[in-house]
């Protein structure tokens, strides 16, 4: 027997006890998603023993006919997914897809205009620690206080006096659309390149539920396993092919060896289904989920809403005029059996590791189903648990009714045992 659970008992339980935990808590972390059970089978095939350094018909290794046909699938699956005329889907994840473009485009020491990481930026948009505030000079944008949405008159104005030669237009934490046109109108006005990274909502953008980035950008980069639902990776597209060469020898040999071709298969799994009915279906429900939480969290006392509601797959709590910290709140979710992060909020007084807020997504929960009378069980049950003088009992309850709902809605029904 050479089953993972015969070789490895220690590994294999832990995937069993994960399958359990993922099953029965409601997961709600904004980048997370449930890769079908398709796209699994895909990244667990023979494809991960494979090395095929280059692109397809154009490899440094032999024996690469049938890696071939599925990157080009991938890739073919992904311009006609998003209308575009040029994509590399070798990227091991977004972080490296935005590496990749960055050293495809700029100079160490080249200025970078990016949304704040604590504004609900990415750290690939300039964060210090990271290769792109280390390698990169780094100005940043920010929300407004009155309505917490971008400041594309800051954006102008660090444009002029910064002059960067890259504006990110992108995000992790930020309920509402980007104007893709108006950084564009910037970016062509001081001579910089755009670049959009649309990690979290390129499934929106895919059922046709959010604009496109991809005829203003200059380069669009994007995860493929958030709201996209695909394997953990990350993808770069463009409108024309105007980029191609700079950004593929980025990539491989700039940034990378041998591409995941195991994964590159599941993302090409992944592009085929979010092309189907069934997927924009889905997408409508998790927008539709990520309005009825902000609509109840916005009736409950002492909590906020970051721009009083959503246009996307998540929903930002500001707590800020709660006694319950970001950290407490995460930590009373998990308590009913929701999973969440804490995140900072715009103007948040509190420090990053504690922070005044709770970024809750609906991308996952819709992906088992959930329909619009569960959300607002799950609403209910969010607005209810982060009540500061809530009991034990009552939370009792909720974690009750978090059971029931996940029991409704089974998790991969043809994997559990
Ligand atoms: N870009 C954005 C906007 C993200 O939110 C993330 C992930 O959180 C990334 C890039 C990085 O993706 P990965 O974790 O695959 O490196």
């Not at 994964?263 to 989920?289: D, S």
């Not at 504690?354 to 049950?381: M, P």
Request: glycine share 8%; hydrophobic share 40%.
């Amino acid at each position: 027997d050479r089953s993972l659970a015969a070789t490895d008992p220690e590994v294999y339980a832990q995937v069993e006890c994960e399958l359990r935990r993922q099953h029965r808590t409601l997961e709600m972390i904004a980048s997370e998603n449930f890769a079908p059970v398709a796209v699994m089978e895909a990244q667990g095939s023979v494809l991960t023993n494979k090395y095929a350094e280059g692109y397809p018909r154009r490899r440094y290794y032999g024996g690469c006919e049938h890696v071939d046909v599925v990157e080009q699938l991938a890739i073919d699956r992904l311009t006609a997914l998003f209308d575009a005329g040029y994509a590399n889907v070798q990227p091991h994840s977004g972080a490296q897809a935005n590496a990749a473009v960055m050293a495809a485009l700029l100079a160490p020491g080249d200025t970078i205009l990016g949304l704040a990481l604590d504004h609900g930026g990415h750290l690939t948009h300039g964060m210090h620690l990271n290769f792109s505030g280390r390698l990169y000079d780094v100005a940043a944008y920010h929300v407004r206080a009155d309505d917490h949405r971008v400041d594309m008159a800051e954006v102008e104005q660090l444009a002029h006096e910064r002059r960067p030669k890259l504006i990110i237009a992108g995000w992790s934490a930020y309920p509402r659309r980007l104007d893709f046109a108006e950084f564009r109108r910037i970016a062509d006005e001081v001579g910089a390149y755009l670049m959009v990274d649309m990690a979290h909502f390129a499934g929106l953008v895919a059922a046709g539920l959010h604009p496109s980035p991809v005829p203003h950008a200059h380069v669009v980069t994007s995860t493929t396993h958030k709201t996209l639902g695909g394997p953990r990776g990350g993808v770069i597209l463009s409108r024309t092919r105007d980029l191609a060469k700079k950004l593929n020898s980025s990539v491989f040999p700039g940034q990378q060896g041998g591409p995941l071709e195991h994964v590159i298969a599941a993302k090409a799994v992944a592009f085929k289904l979010a092309g189907e009915p069934a997927f924009r279906e889905r997408q409508e429900r998790t927008l539709l989920g990520a309005r009825i939480l902000a609509g109840r969290l916005l009736d409950e006392p002492g909590i906020g809403v970051v721009s009083g509601g959503t246009d996307v797959h998540l929903v930002l709590v500001d707590l800020r005029d709660s006694e319950l910290d970001g950290q407490q709140a995460e930590d009373r979710l998990h308590r009913v059996g929701i999973t969440v992060n804490r995140n900072a909020v715009p103007f948040d007084p509190r420090p990053p590791m504690v922070s005044s807020g709770v970024r809750i997504g609906t991308a996952a929960l819709a992906a088992r189903g959930f329909e619009a009378d569960d959300f607002r069980v799950v609403a209910d049950v969010v607005a209810r648990a982060l009540r500061p003088e809530v009991t034990e009992t009552e939370l009792d309850a909720l974690a009750g009714r978090t059971a029931a709902l996940a029991d409704r809605h089974p998790l991969y029904p043809e994997l559990q045992a």
